[in-house]
């Protein structure tokens, strides 16, 4: 037996051992993808395949912590109902012994080729970071796994997540990046053949104008085209918060501008929070029938993690729904899938509200609000607020750790006009003024709490409930 083939061992006893404590917990969501046991974080190769929806996600299988990463993996072939694949990638190479840290996935002359980061820690704990990739036949099984890319100078070992496109008849990658002054940055290379890679330089960095001091380190960056512009979207770490923005660890965001492949150089805008939630990190993007749709990791790197519920019953976080990204008026603005209507089961409130209405709800449910709603309360213990004087919306809820109220809150740029949230046992996404902003959050209400109240002057309320059940942990993947 090969380290590859221990460690697939190790991880699915390990699954084996946890699964009944954690599927009936219940916290653990009905319709979004978690792990079966252990850690997820990053949502990775995001991609559609041979008619396949592919998401890899990093996975410690473990344990509930940080530690030498692996990575999961579902498909799907109508983006609601999922199926947990074998392990695709383990950190069984001295490239990756690490972890196998995270990328994209491209289709290149027919096989699902992953590129990854392997990291790599001596026994002083010195870093060390390799652009990696893998590849695949099937879209299940992953061999050749080789080196593309090593350290290049005047960048420290924090120097990962490779994202690769196609532009014209170049393959391009992008990577989060940290110099050696300690400053967040991308960096683009650029290959005519998937094997030989060029270093193009930094596109753009925490002094590039308008962005001051912003961050030590940008991780999992990612470039499209909406419309007839371009997005860096990034997650930058070291920022301070300024009132009711970069309230969280971690940030991210996005800039619109333009990729100048030539020169590599993203001239670009200020920055946007993509999310205005508590737990919200690590977005990718893939293109699917014209549509840009995005995937992110309900969580936040260094934020509480293991102060979660769920922890005690072996595992945590989970992943967002996919979105639909558009680019109006220089913004972007996320609704969930038209897709996800299939989730619904049963129209189980509509009515108007004049004043309060209450009512119980599924806790795997849509709710959407049309008109100036002043509140709405879930479950006895999140609560979001309107302020039609300010335009301020704010989001509330006790904090895990130790019960005290915390808030989120964002200025819109009209009045309220409709909500949509998504809840889903232990977790909420909020799209406001269609997706103009959006709050993506955890709720560890209660379990047996299923109230709904809703305040406000003629308002249009409609919930649905929703499936329970379609994500197929099967025992039988490995």
């Given at each position: 037996?090969?380290?590859?083939?221990?460690?697939?061992?190790?991880?699915?006893?390990?699954?084996?051992?946890?699964?009944?404590?954690?599927?009936?917990?219940?916290?653990?969501?009905?319709?979004?993808?978690?792990?079966?046991?252990?850690?997820?974080?990053?949502?990775?190769?995001?991609?559609?395949?041979?008619?396949?929806?592919?998401?890899?996600?990093?996975?410690?299988?473990?344990?509930t912590a940080h530690g030498a990463k692996f990575w999961g993996h579902f498909t799907s072939q109508n983006l609601t109902d999922w199926t947990?694949?074998?392990?695709?990638?383990?950190?069984?190479?001295?490239?990756?012994?690490?972890?196998?840290?995270?990328?994209?996935?491209?289709?290149?002359?027919?096989?699902?080729?992953?590129?990854?980061?392997?990291?790599?820690?001596?026994?002083?704990?010195?870093?060390?970071?390799?652009?990696?990739?893998?590849?695949?036949?099937?879209?299940?099984?992953?061999?050749?796994?080789?080196?593309?890319?090593?350290?290049?100078?005047?960048?420290?070992?924090?120097?990962?997540?490779?994202?690769?496109?196609?532009?014209?008849?170049?393959?391009?990658?992008?990577?989060?990046?940290?110099?050696?002054?300690?400053?967040?940055?991308?960096?683009?290379?650029?290959?005519?053949?998937?094997?030989?890679?060029?270093?193009?330089?930094?596109?753009?960095?925490?002094?590039?104008?308008?962005?001051?001091?912003?961050?030590?380190?940008?991780?999992?960056?990612?470039?499209?085209?909406?419309?007839?512009?371009?997005?860096?979207?990034?997650?930058?770490?070291?920022?301070?918060?300024?009132?009711?923005?970069?309230?969280?660890?971690?940030?991210?965001?996005?800039?619109?501008?333009?990729?100048?492949?030539?020169?590599?150089?993203?001239?670009?805008?200020?920055?946007?929070?993509?999310?205005?939630?508590?737990?919200?990190?690590?977005?990718?993007?893939?293109?699917?029938?014209?549509?840009?749709?995005?995937?992110?990791?309900?969580?936040?790197?260094?934020?509480?993690?293991?102060?979660?519920?769920?922890?005690?019953?072996?595992?945590?976080?989970?992943?967002?729904?996919?979105?639909?990204?558009?680019?109006?008026?220089?913004?972007?603005?996320?609704?969930?899938?038209?897709?996800?209507?299939?989730?619904?089961?049963?129209?189980?409130?509509?009515?108007?509200?004049?004043?309060?209405?209450?009512?119980?709800?599924?806790?795997?449910?849509?709710?959407?609000?049309?008109?100036?709603?002043?509140?709405?309360?879930?479950?006895?213990?999140?609560?979001?607020?309107?302020?039609?004087?300010?335009?301020?919306?704010?989001?509330?809820?006790?904090?895990?750790?130790?019960?005290?109220?915390?808030?989120?809150?964002?200025?819109?740029?009209?009045?309220?006009?409709?909500?949509?949230?998504?809840?889903?046992?232990?977790?909420?996404?909020?799209?406001?003024?269609?997706?103009?902003?959006?709050?993506?959050?955890?709720?560890?209400?209660?379990?047996?709490?299923?109230?709904?109240?809703?305040?406000?002057?003629?308002?249009?309320?409609?919930?649905?409930?929703?499936?329970?059940?379609?994500?197929?942990?099967?025992?039988?993947?490995?």
């Amino acid at each position: 037996m090969n380290r590859d083939e221990k460690l697939k061992l190790e991880a699915y006893t390990a699954v084996d051992n946890q699964w009944k404590s954690v599927k009936e917990d219940p916290y653990f969501p009905g319709y979004h993808l978690a792990p079966p046991a252990g850690l997820l974080n990053d949502p990775n190769g995001w991609i559609q395949w041979k008619g396949i929806y592919h998401l890899f996600f990093q996975w410690l299988p473990f344990e509930t912590a940080h530690g030498a990463k692996f990575w999961g993996h579902f498909t799907s072939q109508n983006l609601t109902d999922w199926t947990l694949e074998p392990i695709a990638l383990t950190p069984s190479d001295s490239f990756d012994k690490n972890g196998c840290y995270s990328g994209s996935a491209i289709d290149a002359d027919g096989k699902l080729t992953l590129f990854y980061t392997g990291n790599v820690k001596n026994e002083q704990g010195l870093r060390q970071s390799y652009q990696c990739t893998a590849e695949s036949e099937d879209g299940i099984h992953f061999t050749n796994k080789s080196v593309k890319i090593e350290l290049p100078e005047g960048f420290t070992p924090h120097f990962r997540d490779p994202k690769v496109w196609k532009h014209e008849d170049h393959w391009y990658m992008v990577i989060g990046a940290q110099t050696e002054e300690m400053q967040g940055s991308v960096v683009l290379f650029e290959s005519a053949d998937l094997e030989n890679w060029t270093n193009k330089g930094i596109i753009s960095h925490a002094n590039q104008r308008p962005l001051e001091r912003f961050g030590y380190m940008w991780e999992c960056p990612d470039v499209f085209t909406l419309g007839d512009q371009e997005v860096l979207l990034f997650s930058p770490q070291g920022l301070k918060a300024e009132g009711i923005h970069f309230n969280n660890q971690y940030q991210s965001g996005y800039v619109v501008g333009e990729l100048n492949y030539k020169k590599a150089k993203f001239t670009h805008g200020d920055f946007t929070e993509i999310d205005r939630g508590f737990e919200f990190y690590a977005p990718q993007t893939t293109v699917d029938k014209g549509r840009r749709i995005l995937f992110g990791w309900m969580g936040v790197p260094d934020q509480n993690e293991f102060d979660q519920p769920t922890v005690k019953n072996g595992w945590v976080h989970q992943l967002t729904l996919p979105r639909e990204l558009k680019l109006i008026n220089g913004h972007i603005h996320q609704m969930p899938l038209e897709e996800m209507k299939q989730l619904r089961t049963a129209k189980t409130v509509n009515s108007k509200v004049n004043g309060t209405f209450s009512d119980s709800i599924s806790r795997t449910s849509e709710i959407e609000i049309e008109g100036k709603m002043e509140k709405l309360t879930l479950f006895g213990n999140m609560e979001v607020s309107y302020n039609e004087e300010t335009q301020l919306l704010t989001l509330e809820r006790p904090s895990y750790v130790d019960g005290r109220i915390e808030c989120r809150s964002c200025h819109l740029k009209d009045e309220l006009r409709n909500l949509k949230v998504w809840v889903d046992h232990s977790s909420l996404e909020i799209f406001v003024n269609d997706g103009e902003e959006v709050f993506t959050s955890r709720l560890f209400a209660n379990p047996e709490n299923q109230s709904l109240a809703v305040c406000g002057e003629d308002v249009h309320l409609t919930v649905w409930a929703l499936k329970n059940d379609t994500v197929d942990y099967r025992n039988d993947y490995k």
